[in-house]
């Protein structure tokens, strides 16, 4: 069973770089990323964004980059049309079908990851 994390954030929010901003420390995308990997590892965690800074605050963490269209990343683009360029995206680079993709948002810091290890099972 293959198990990806998508890890999503959007630029230009209504709070300037909330994605990035720094928490302790680190750019608040950080903490939900690094339980993330705790749980699914490195090779099937990615990340998707409009903003170059999103996608680069994480790479050093081993996170894939999928560098989301324009005409899904603005104020009123839908959620669920940036997770299915994702899922298609690992799909397409991958070689085998994803069975759960776990979606989690840049700016959820508190997520546990054996929060994300309830979900899976």
Known sequence: MKVCCLLTG????T???KNIIPVLGKPLITYPALQALKVIGKRNCFVS??????????????FN???????????????????FHGLDYIQAV??????????????SATVKSEWISLGIE
Request: proline share 4%.
């Open 94 to 107: 991958g070689d085998e079908k994803v069975d759960i993709l776990v979606v989690m948002l840049a700016n």
């Open 65 to 83: 980059p999928i560098k989301r269209p324009s005409e899904i990343s603005g104020r009123h683009a839908r959620h669920v049309d940036a997770i």
């Open 10 to 13: 959007r630029g230009n929010n």
């Open 15 to 17: 709070l300037k770089d």
């Open 49 to 62: 964004s409009d903003d170059d800074r999103i996608l680069n605050s994480v790479l050093d963490l081993g």
